[in-house]
């Protein structure tokens, strides 16, 4: 059984959470998902300059943790943006709080 996840502090995010190429259909669009802990983690070491330590201590988990958020999510932009994907930006939060108020027919 996997340890459970520790919670990872991140700034809110007002932002627009779809980013897509122009005049394709969203329907026609295969769909990258990005989670908010690795938009946080580039923003800190990317933005702000952090070092993953630091960028670390301020999301309350390792730097060998936030090494592997700031891997993935840039591949996930650079995927996105060479092949012509939607980039959608999500929290577990806010997809817990969808199902909940939308749960799967089974």
Do not use: W
Request: hydrophobic share 30%.
């Amino acid at each position: 059984m996997p340890r459970p996840r520790k919670h990872r502090s991140c700034q809110a995010f007002n932002g627009d959470r779809v980013f897509k190429p122009r005049s394709i259909p969203m329907t026609d669009l295969q769909r990258v998902r990005l989670d908010l802990d690795e938009l946080e983690a580039m923003r800190l070491c990317d933005i702000e300059h952090c070092d993953q330590a630091e960028a670390g201590r301020r999301m309350g988990i390792s730097r060998g943790t936030i090494h592997r958020l700031v891997k993935s999510g840039r591949a996930k932009v650079l995927r996105s943006i060479l092949n012509s994907h939607a980039l959608i930006i999500e929290s577990e939060e806010l997809e817990n709080r969808y199902e909940s108020m939308h749960p799967h027919p089974r």
